[in-house]
T-cell receptor
Framework: GAGVSQSPRYKVAKRGQDVALRCDPI?????LFWYQQALGQGPEFLTY????????KSGLPSDRFFAERPEGSVSTLKIQRTQQEDSAVYLC???????????FGAGTRLSVL | GQQVMQIPQYQHVQEGEDFTTYCNSS?????IQWYKQRPGGHPVFLIQLVKSGEVKKQKRLTFQFGEAKKNSSLHITATQTTDVGTYFCAEGSGNKLVFGAGTILRVKS
């Protein structure tokens, strides 16, 4: 595709609900990243994939957060038993290979009520 | 952990005035990248600086990397309303970007 595509754009969840956020990277991009951006803050790193391998998940805030990229293309970020503090914009980025330029998607704005 | 501090948090300028945002680190940065995020949008890459003392220009934007590689600045000459948004610096650290908190720029026409 022309750019990184994320869906849904907006998600409202009740506290305790599970959510799944999808990222479709730029075709051919080996590296895929997830970031969390709280209101008024810069994006914070969550996790990184090279192809299907999750090489760094040091930024995942708790074991309720899980990411996968089973075929080395589309990735899903899953949050179990959502809490209010999970409310944020979740950004996906892809690059040909680090430290190449990262191209960001439009993000998914998650609101947990 | 790594921290990149950015100042000011917010700046409101009259159209035509200049604008500068600064990025500082207590440790040596391997590189510095600058991104722009329009209101409601996503970060868009502007430039990467790698070398000590490096200066790069893009039209009205001038980017500098300090001699000690611990600070960087973005300067916009004669701001326009299209410059509004949040400007982030980020260090490319291994496989991830470590972002500053950003500087919000508003331009009064």
């Amino acid at each position: 595709g022309a750019g990184v595509s994320q869906s849904p754009r907006y998600k409202v969840a009740k506290r305790g609900q599970d959510v799944a956020l999808r990222c479709d990277p730029i075709s051919g991009h080996v590296s895929l990243f997830w970031y969390q951006q709280a209101l008024g803050q810069g994006p914070e790193f969550l996790t990184y994939f090279q192809n299907e391998a999750q090489l760094d998940k040091s930024g995942l805030p708790s074991d309720r957060f899980f990411a996968e990229r089973p075929e080395g293309s589309v990735s899903t970020l899953k949050i179990q038993r959502t809490q209010q503090e999970d409310s944020a914009v979740y950004l996906c980025a892809s690059s040909l290979n680090p430290p190449d330029i990262q191209y960001f998607g439009a993000g998914t704005r998650l609101s947990v009520l | 952990g790594q921290q990149v501090m950015q100042i000011p948090q917010y700046q409101h300028v009259q159209e035509g005035e200049d604008f500068t945002t600064y990025c500082n680190s207590s440790t040596t940065l391997s590189n510095i990248q600058w991104y722009k995020q329009r209101p409601g949008g996503h970060p868009v890459f502007l430039i990467q600086l790698v070398k000590s003392g490096e200066v790069k220009k893009q039209k009205r934007l001038t980017f500098q990397f300090g001699e000690a590689k611990k600070n960087s600045s973005l300067h916009i000459t004669a701001t326009q309303t299209t410059d509004v948004g949040t400007y982030f610096c980020a260090e490319g650290s291994g496989n991830k970007l470590v972002f500053g908190a950003g500087t919000i720029l508003r331009v009064k026409s």
